[in-house]
C-alpha cells in the first residue's frame, strides 16, 4: 500500500530514540520531509543527519524541551514557516512520570498535555492550509486501564485521548484528522522497559506475563501504525484511538 506520505512536511517530538526514532525513521523512509526536537543537541544532529540520509528528503531538527511551550511553539512556527507548510505533526514526548507527588502531576501536565497542546496551537495555521493535515498523539494503554502507572501518567495520557477526539470533531469539517496511538509495553535499549528489567525484574515478569503473546511490542511495530493513521490512506480515520497492544488490555473499546 502507498501510505502517500512522499514529500509531506512532519513534526515528531521526541524523535532521537525508541517509538518517536522509529516514526521519524518510518516517514523518512517513506520519503517525508521530517523535523524532528529532543532535548540533547548532539542526539538530535546525528537523527537529523541519519534522516536526511535515509531519506533523501529535508530532515532537521533542534534541542527542544517541549515542557517549555514558548520555545516549542517558536520552532514550530519556524520550520512551518521555512518549508512552506506542515501536514503532519506527531506529539510522541511523555515525562513518563509515575509517582504520586506534586512535582509528577505538574510534569505530566506541562510535558504530555500542554507539550501537545502547544504543538498543536503552534502548527494550526499551517495544518489548516494543509491538503493532508494529520494530528496525531502518542497515548497509552495505562490511559485506558488502571495499572500500576494509574497517576499522573494514566491521568494525562486519558485527558489526551479526550482531547483529540475532541479536536477531531471540532476540526473535521476543515479536513484536518485528528487519532491517537496507545501503545501497549514498549521494549527497546534504553527504555524503561529495558530500565525495569534490570532494576525492578518482578515487576518486568509480571508484565510480560499479562500480555497473551508473550512478549512485548518494538517501537516499529508502533511507528507503523502512527504512520498508517496519520497518512493520506487513513483519510477517513479521525477521532480514533488505536490501541496497539498485543491484545494485552481486557476492556472493550466502545
Not at 512535582?103 to 504530555?112: M, V
Not at 502507572?149 to 491521568?155: E, F, K, M, S
Request: proline share 3%.
Amino acid at each position: 500500500m502507498d501510505l502517500q506520505l512522499k514529500g509531506l512536511k512532519t513534526i515528531v517530538t521526541g524523535g532521537t530514540k525508541g517509538i518517536g526514532l522509529a516514526i521519524a525513521q518510518t516517514f523518512a523512509r517513506e520519503g517525508a520531509e521530517v523535523a524532528i526536537c529532543a532535548r540533547d543537541a548532539q542526539s538530535v544532529k546525528t537523527t537529523a543527519r541519519a534522516l536526511a540520509e535515509l531519506s533523501g528528503a529535508r530532515a532537521e531538527g533542534a534541542a527542544i524541551d517541549v515542557a517549555d511551550g514558548a520555545a516549542l511553539q517558536e520552532w514550530v512556527k519556524s520550520v512551518g514557516s521555512r518549508w512552506g507548510g506542515l501536514d503532519i505533526v506527531v506529539a510522541n514526548v511523555s515525562a513518563l512520570a509515575i509517582g504520586n507527588d506534586i512535582e509528577s502531576w505538574r510534569k505530566e501536565f506541562e510535558t504530555d498535555l500542554l507539550g501537545t497542546v502547544n504543538l498543536i496551537d503552534a502548527a494550526m495555521p499551517f495544518l489548516e492550509a494543509s491538503k493532508a493535515a494529520s494530528i496525531v498523539a502518542i497515548s497509552s494503554v495505562s490511559g485506558r486501564e488502571i495499572d500500576f502507572a494509574a497517576g499522573p501518567y494514566g491521568v494525562f495520557k486519558a485527558a489526551l485521548v479526550h482531547y483529540i477526539q475532541g479536536l477531531a470533531n471540532q476540526l473535521a469539517s476543515k479536513g484536518i484528522r485528528a487519532n491517537t496511538v496507545s501503545p501497549g509495553n514498549v521494549y527497546f535499549e534504553g527504555g524503561v522497559w529495558d530500565w525495569i528489567e534490570h532494576n525492578d525484574p518482578a515487576l518486568y515478569e509480571r508484565s510480560l506475563a499479562l500480555n497473551p503473546t508473550g512478549r512485548m511490542a518494538k517501537p516499529q511495530e508502533i511507528a507503523n501504525a502512527v504512520a498508517f493513521i496519520a497518512s493520506p490512506a487513513a483519510s477517513f480515520v479521525s477521532g480514533t484511538n488505536f490501541v496497539v497492544d498485543g491484545a494485552l488490555t481486557r476492556g472493550v473499546q466502545l
